[in-house]
């Protein structure tokens, strides 16, 4: 076999085409973050990004997406913004990992949602953690009733707050794949607040993930677009999210709700109806992606699967980057499985979130201590 690094943009057509015909031809590749049309917006924004090109017998085999940062480091296509990456070839093809390391040139390659199973990176998993999804190959009625099985209690709350949002501020109305630049700008204002009030790295606080973002709201072709929804009381938008799709599978990204509603659980609600009119525009599944979040579960109607692993080469790089980042790997694993754990560990960065969200309105207002400790307004 023959392996070739280039950058994606530097792909002719005819290796795109390629690409997208053995992402098509194997289920376990249908997500957008493995579409090429992910990897040539990320190469126009960052200069580590490149693509082996796997070839043999003349024919292109595969293509690997990755990021090339410092000392040989290796990091999935995305890094810490995706939630699915891997090779994008046949599923019987299996290289010598090591060798394609050499190859692009990397000491290590750290994976935490490969597609599980690969052959390739199959002998390197540490891990494999699953990915809830919402399946609509049913029909969308079959899905709310393994909700309903899922927890008949949760669903029956949520549909009466749903009605009391209505009854009590307007009616609802649900926007499919609205094209309005605005309405993303509204939605990651919500999507900052919520990073700084729960503690967590403000990502769109980064102009180049703004940029993405933008990007990809941008594009609507017929297998690989962005997909921006809202929920609307009356004419106040109260909820919304952000994701990409393929033709068939939309993948959650960047949902968000305006606090001031926050009795009425308009994430939730917004989730509901995302999912009707899902099925409705003809995609077959929302991937909700791995993590704690105790909604997934009952939304979910089967599974898909991750992995987290690492393959590296003997190098003094590869041992510093093994003694930084294995041990984190391992807490967060650990946190992960046990949901006592991942509350308090949420509520700590809550915590912090809301110290640090005192900290800068004080900052910001020298007079704010003692206008508190007075009464004034």
């Not at 690094?5 to 997208?20: H, I, N, Q, T």
């Not at 109260?238 to 393929?246: M, Q």
């Amino acid at each position: 076999m023959k392996i070739q690094v280039v950058r994606p943009g530097e792909l002719g057509e005819a290796e795109r085409d390629r690409w997208r015909e053995l992402q098509k031809a194997d289920p376990s590749l249908d997500n957008p973050f493995l579409s090429v049309e992910f990897a040539l917006a990320m190469d126009r924004l960052r200069d580590y990004v490149r693509v082996a090109v796997i070839s043999d017998g003349g024919r292109v085999a595969g293509f690997f997406p990755y990021e090339r940062h410092s000392f040989g480091i290796g990091k999935p296509l995305g890094g810490f913004l995706t939630t699915c990456h891997g090779l994008i070839a046949s599923p019987e093809l299996k290289l010598d990992a090591k060798a394609l390391l050499r190859a692009c040139k990397l000491s290590v390659f750290d994976f935490d949602h490969l597609v599980a199973g690969q052959p390739t990176f199959a002998p390197y998993e540490q891990d494999v953690r699953p990915a809830p999804v919402m399946d609509f190959t049913q029909g969308f009625d079959a899905w709310l009733e393994q909700v309903k099985s899922n927890s008949p209690k949760n669903l029956k709350t949520v549909r009466y707050k749903e009605r009391k949002l209505g009854r009590e501020q307007g009616e609802l109305r649900f926007a499919w794949s609205t094209p309005d630049p605005e309405v993303l700008r509204i939605l990651l204002a919500w999507k900052s607040d919520q990073y700084r009030r729960t503690g967590r790295v403000d990502r769109f606080a980064q102009p180049w993930i703004v940029e993405l973002t933008e990007m990809m709201h941008a594009e609507n072709a017929s297998d690989f677009g962005g997909v921006l929804t809202m929920l609307y009381a009356g004419d106040v938008p109260v909820a919304g999210h952000f994701g990409l799709r393929t033709a068939t599978t939309l993948v959650g990204w960047f949902p968000a709700y305006d606090t001031e509603y926050a009795r009425y659980s308009p994430g939730i609600v917004h989730h509901l109806q995302m999912a009707e009119a899902a099925a409705k525009s003809g995609l077959h599944m929302v991937d909700m992606g791995k993590g704690g979040k105790e909604y997934k579960d009952w939304l979910k109607s089967g599974t898909l699967y991750v992995a987290e692993g690492r393959v590296s080469r003997p190098s003094a790089s590869a041992a510093v980057h093994w003694m930084g980042r294995t041990p984190l790997n391992k807490a967060r694993t650990i946190v992960l499985d046990r949901p006592s754990l991942y509350r308090a560990a949420d509520r700590v960065l809550k915590g912090f979130g809301r110290v640090r969200t005192s900290m800068q309105q004080q900052q910001e207002s020298p007079n704010a201590v003692a206008n508190e400790a007075t009464g004034a307004r």
